[in-house]
């Protein structure tokens, strides 16, 4: 297991990596961008997890976060289901963000196929340090950087999901939900799991701002401690193409609200 205190240096190279290709992801960028390259390599599932990392969530809970990402890929039902698919792979990238201009690789997309491709992928998470704190919560941007990321990676999947989890609405930047209905009408999934500690209606926010596209799910936690249960059982729907009905959503958010 990693150290905590690998979590807590910042790095600057990459945070400024992370403003440049944010910028690309505004309103304008991901409507205009060119077309996806021609040689891209196959995959079942092209999946990038925007995970909050701004200055609501202390460093207790940035680790719970983290490890609980880490210990959701390791449980075997993720790996099964990524073998029950037509190609038995998916393309992840895990990516952390803020402010408008606040998003940072933490792992670049890369192909899960087997155990040890999914062992290397949690460890990098375990290891990796936290490099964003302060900037705001701009879930819009976030929505806008995932979609770019997808449509310029050297994969293609038949589908394209954004998962986006976080503990507070949008109070800086593009809004959330103009953000959700753009990439949306490209074709992709825009998928939520709220932390409710600090916004106890932050459920009805994902629903209504977050969330929409083919198969579109939240599922909340009430809290980081929470947290695990609700990572896998989001993994597991989004790679195995569970499709959630509307009103499923909202037995989810009871579920999760009373454990």
Not at 93 to 103: D, I, N
Not at 153 to 162: D, E, L, M, P, S
């Amino acid at each position: 297991m990693a150290d905590p205190a690998s979590f807590a240096k910042p790095c600057p190279r990459r945070a400024m990596a992370g403003r440049a290709l944010a910028a690309l992801a505004l309103m304008v960028a991901v409507s205009a961008a060119p077309p996806r390259a021609q040689a891209q390599e196959k995959v079942d599932l092209e999946l990038i997890l925007m995970v909050d990392g701004s200055g609501s969530i202390d460093d207790d809970e940035f680790i719970l976060q983290r490890l609980g990402y880490a210990k959701a890929f390791r449980n075997p039902r993720v790996a099964s289901a990524i073998r029950n698919g037509r190609l038995h792979k998916i393309s992840v990238s895990y990516v952390e963000w803020t402010g408008p201009f606040l998003q940072v690789p933490i792992i670049d997309w890369t192909v899960l196929h087997d155990k040890a491709s999914i062992e290397a992928f949690a460890t990098r998470l375990e290891i990796g340090p936290r490099e964003l704190y302060t900037g705001g919560t701009a879930v819009g941007n976030a929505i806008l950087y995932g979609a770019q990321s997808i449509k310029s990676n050297n994969f293609a999947g038949k589908r394209r999901v954004i998962d986006v989890s976080g503990d507070g609405p949008t109070n800086r930047g593009f809004p959330a939900a103009l953000a959700r209905d753009q990439v949306v009408a490209q074709g992709y999934t825009v998928n939520g799991l709220p932390v409710l500690g600090n916004y106890p209606g932050l459920d009805v926010f994902f629903l209504d701002n977050v969330i929409g596209g083919p198969g579109a799910f939240s599922i909340p936690a009430r809290t980081f401690k929470d947290f695990n249960s609700a990572i896998l059982s989001k993994l597991i729907r989004e790679i195995a193409v569970m499709e959630v009905p509307r009103g499923t959503q909202t037995a989810a958010r009871k579920t999760f609200d009373d454990q």
